[in-house]
């Protein structure tokens, strides 16, 4: 799998009594995920962070994974592998 960086959009939400002001702030957020890139579909792109190896009768297992909407996401770059490989 590659290591990748999605650069994308989220949503920002504020609970009860939200004044006009308030309200009017509210803006998308920016985000920064780099993790594993498990799959990229038309309609998302799926990253996966932290393996474990040989956890479930041999197989890969990972501590999280996140599925982004397609629509979100601005850019998705690549990272370069260090001198080891990582």
Known sequence: ???VEV???DA???EA???NE???ALVALERRQVGY???ETEEEVVLVYGTIENIFKG???FDLAIAIPKGC???ITRLREDKNGD
């Open 12 to 14: 920002c939400i504020e």
């Open 59 to 61: 197989a890969m297992a």
């Open 17 to 19: 009594h939200i004044s």
């Open 73 to 75: 996401v601005k850019k």
């Open 7 to 9: 650069i994308w959009m």
């Open 37 to 39: 890139l498990f799959k």
């Open 1 to 3: 799998m590659d290591k």
């Open 22 to 24: 308030m309200a009017d």
